[in-house]
Structures are given as structure tokens and as C-alpha cells.
RNA sequence: UUAGUGCGAAAAGUGGUCGCGUAUGCAUUAUGGGAUUCACACUUGGUGAAUUUUAGCAUAUGAGGAAAGUCCGGGCUUCGCAGGGCAGGAUGCCGGAUAACGUCCGGUGGAGGCAACUCUAAGGAAAGUGCAACAGAAAGUAUACUACCAUAUGUAUAUAUGGAAAAGGUGAAAUGGCAGUGUAAGAGACUACCGCUUAUCUGGUAACAGGUAAGGCAUUGUAAACCCCAUCCGAAGCAACUCAAAUAUGGGUAGAUACGGCGGCCCGUCGUUACUCAUGGUAUGAGGCUUAAGACAAUUGGCGACAGUUGUAACAGAUAGAUGAUCACUCUAGACAGAACCCGGCUUACUUCGCGCUAAGUUU
RNA sequence: GCAGAAGUACUCAAGUGGCUGAAGAGGUGCCCCUGCUAAGGGUAUAGGCCGGGUGACCGGUGCGAGGGUUCAAAUCCCUCCUUCUGCG
């Protein structure tokens, strides 16, 4: 990913859970707050209520592939948890695509 | 064909486009990629040159039979260590395999099944201690409620004394079983068969099996109760541990009244530098990390687990954690499920296929 | 990844082989108190599930699930499931 790393300190996640910005759908929750920086910054969690460590796994290669493709829609500047809900644990790519760029729309985070 | 039983194999495939980890190579002052223009051959597309832009590009390779549960065993690492014992834990028919095991193989006894076959914590209760509720006369030193027999009293019922432990009843379990002899009634009191115990013979490495003789039945069950006997075990775990080590702490040297805050200014007061050494081992980084008691094939030995020899291919190694997305085609339409130091097992989850064997039915 | 603990009525739980036919507390039901409610006091039955009975009640099963040892298991042993905790 050109413009973006992945989110990864424990501390990292809780300053963007605290902002309390969040908008939802039917399988995805996303949380979003401003990092100051000039790359964007992704999360993505996933319970064990999701399923097993295959089907976890699978959720967070969707979602990566998704941001991946659709990167150059977004903002820049942004740090964004993604948490993955219970009822997501069938869906193919497609929706999986259309769940998070609704929720980006949501957000008015996207510049097209 | 149906039902059952044992063993083995596989874990959808092919191609295009985009994307990720690792290794190697080439680059990081024009090598490679992208874009534009021109030329060549020309169906898409390819090759070469120039300009511009960018930091990567090419090749190879990349989850399992259970990667799972963490139930056992071992390697490895650190700590401890002269040697031994106690405590604690584990195992428990016999023989073998193995680095080791609670695993595996071959036998013995027992249990289940018509059978193929499967299961089996299967040492010791005459070393000692504990426990056995309720019921029952009595639950381990045995004992006598009903009923039986004899004698005495008595018409009889019944009462007392004695005999005996077969029948009834209780219980999970009642002091060998069954038949006969015997007797007042009975009893291993005696006899045959079976069981048990002891001694002994034969076969077997052994567990054990088979036979002979004697005893005359004592010695209930429970050790997944304590325990006894035999064998084994030091503890913790890759978040182990090793190396480098910012900051910090302490010391030394240099530097200067320099700079900043308080203040109108001076005085005063507070804070601040660079280099180097030591301590300690945190943040962070690197190692540990993948070639191993390994896999496959052939062959030799062995009933077998397995062992020896030869040959072949030798590539997961992430660190908030890499295998994905999409399109097309094919088929039997794809279950359970994701490495985290590494191996040997066990257990659990689960899809499909093949082969052998057993029983019943049908046909020839 | 590694190491450990727990699971019993609706809830908190006692119970370490046998009168568990499951103690105790909370909660629930009824009554008193009050103009009404809360608080307080008193009292009673059943306790989950299945079957039978008009009913009182009776039978079976049940201590996370499934096996085993034992005459007898919530308790002892084994294998799974779920929940929780610690280790950077």
C-alpha cells in the first residue's frame, strides 16, 4: 500500500476508540480520528465471536484488499479501526467492498 | 446387494490481471519500472532509440493431516549440582522396539460380538490401617429371627433347655457349587465331578498352559482409599536464553561566567553543554529460527514395531504476525480447519476414494 | 505462544464416597403494616426437564458433557466443552 501502514500499538487503538467517532453498518463497525500525519493509518479487529482463526483471518484479508484497491479515494491523514461484526463471517469480497466504502461515505472521508 | 469390520491414499485443478513475506541477483550519479514520441516487423502485441518521471525490478519459493487440544515423552536453553536419601509425582500381566514415553509391536489371561474383529489402570487384600450407609439374627473376633429336630412340662397350641446351620426372609455381597450317602433333624461329617489352596512334573525366555498328588474349604469386598513391592523422574520454559544497546544513574575531563527564565537594570536565584569511563540490561534491534533421533525410493535382517546399507530431492520462517482478491474454463461442486523453537506419540474435529475380510440374502 | 483455576435451582453458593428425596442466603408467592407505594415484619409451598394424575402427589432423569472404578459417584480416574486469570 502506497499511501498507508497498518495501526499497531495498543495505545494507538485506544486514542482512536476514546474520539467516539463511529459509524456502522450491518457487518462493519469504523472508527476514525485525524493523526496529524501525511499517510493514513489502518486497524483492523476482529473478535473470536467472528468465528475461527481461518475465518478471522479471512475477514482481515478482505478488508485489507479493499482499502487496498480503492486507496487513492481517501483523504489522507487519517487514522481508521475497522471491527468486524458477527454477521459479516459469510460474505464474499463484493460486499465486503461495498460495507466499507458506505461506511467511508458515512464518514465524508473520501474526495470523489 | 445390505449390514459390519480392518488397512491405505488424497485434501479440486489450469490459465490471465492486481497484491503480500522470504532468499538470491542487478540497481539505488541512469540499471530497472511507468508515461509520451519515433523507427522496425506487424492481427492483438513485441523489439530498438530518444525525452520525461519514479525507486525499485527480475527469478525462485511460500500452512496441515490434524498446523488444533496442550494430555504424555524427548531435543535445546538457563538456573542448580561431590555423592546419596526423604518427601512428592508417574507407571504397573509377559517379552521386545525406541532418544524417550502413559506410545508402538508380538504374545498370555479376561470381557463383548454369529463372525471378521474390537476393548482391557490386568502387581499385592495370609505386612498393616481405614471404610462397607439403609435393611438384616449376623457385614469379619461371625452369628441364630422365622422355620426344623430331640428332651422336659403339657390334651393340644405353647414355654424352657439343647442340637444343627439345610430351607425362608434382608442385602451389592451371607463363609465353596451341585448330586448322593448319612442322621432324631442336619452339616465337607463322608463320597464323585467342578472350583479353590499347597506341593510337584512337563512345555514355554516369560506371562501362562496342561497333568499328578494332597488338603478338606480356612482366607468377604474395596488399593481410579491410605499403603506395600518393582521401575522411572532436579526445576523452569523460546514471553527460555545470548549479543549490541538510546535514555537514565554515578564518576572524570574540558568549557565558561556564556545562554535562557524571574527582573526596567545590577546583584541574586533556578535551569541548561560537549567528550569519555563505569554500572545495569529497560525501549529498540539482531541472534535463537530451521538440515532434522528428518522425508522418499530400493535393498538386507526381523512374524512385527523397527534397525542397517545405498541412492534421490534438498528452499515457509512471519513478528499486530506474510498465501489473498478477481475473471474464465473443467469436474466428483470442494468438509474440518491457519505454522510461531523443533521432533515422536495420544486425543478430538472432519470430506472423498480405493483395497482386503466377515455375516445374511439373491443369482449362476 | 506458554502456565494455571473454576463450572451445583433464576442469582450467590455449602456440600470431599451412603438419611442429597440437594443445606443456607437473596429473589419469587401470600398475609400484616399504610389513604397508596417503598422500606419493615410474619408465613408457606414448590424448586430444572420428561411422563402419568381432576388434585394431593407418583415415577424417571438431572450437580458443564461423555465414558470408567465401586454394591453405591456432585465427590475418585480419563477424555472433551465453556468461562476466567497470570506471564512482554
Redesign the pocket.
Known sequence: ?KFSE?????SD?QTVYKKRKSKANKYLIMYVHKNGLNINRL?ISCSKKVG???VR??M???I??SY??HEEYFNTGLDMVVVVRPSAKDI???KMSSALMHLSNLHHITCK
Open positions: 500500500m497498518s495501526l499497531k500499538k495498543t487503538f486497524g475461527n482463526s481461518v483471518h479471512r482481515a484479508r478482505l485489507r484488499e487496498r484497491l464474499d469480497y463484493h
